[in-house]
């Protein structure tokens, strides 16, 4: 009986997915269950950062783990390290006198508010500008102009001849 090579390749193919493939590189560091713990300690707060997520490995290991691969292992998960936005914190009153507002303009456009003056973001010098100062002199004079500065800023205000 004769078979044809088509016929001994998909036997070949079929027989070797059964076999188990060895993988090449380096074993794992953390096992299956210190991965599962690292994700769920970071996804429920128990810890704030890799290095915490470590920490709390390294309490049931006695070999020691680093904490980038426990960030590996993090990433590997979809989990994404984000910068935290810096925001005032608002309180009960804060809140509270802004919802009048937000109801009054909750039907607003992106036009109506393109047509607002947003005047929270304006700095305010009290005395003259921060850009470039100028003095005038007599031509030819040799004499130097400084501009007196103060330790730490001074609050935006401003010295010399303008």
């Known amino acids: 009986m004769v ?13 070797a997915s059964k076999a188990k493939k060895s993988k090449s590189g380096p074993k794992p560091q953390l096992a299956p269950r210190e991965r599962r713990d690292a994700i769920t300690s970071i996804s429920r707060g128990k810890a704030r950062s890799a290095e915490e997520a470590t920490k709390l490995i390294k309490e049931t290991r006695q070999d020691k783990v680093s904490p980038e ?8 998960a979809s989990l994404v390290a984000k910068k935290k936005q ?8 804060h809140r509270r006198n802004r919802l009048p507002l937000a109801i009054e303009h909750r039907d607003w456009t992106v036009e109506d508010l393109l047509r607002v003056i947003w005047s929270d973001e304006t700095k305010i010098n009290r005395t003259c500008s921060d850009g470039n100062q100028h003095q005038w002199l007599p031509t030819g004079s040799v004499e130097s102009v400084v501009q007196p ?8 205000s401003c010295f010399g001849g303008a």
């Open 86 to 93: 810096k925001k005032p914190s608002l309180s009960a009153i």
């Open 69 to 76: 691969t426990v960030r590996r292992v993090l990433r590997k």
């Open 149 to 156: 500065t103060i330790r730490f800023g001074g609050g935006a």
């Open 3 to 15: 078979q044809s090579i088509t016929t001994v390749n998909e036997v070949r193919k079929r027989l």
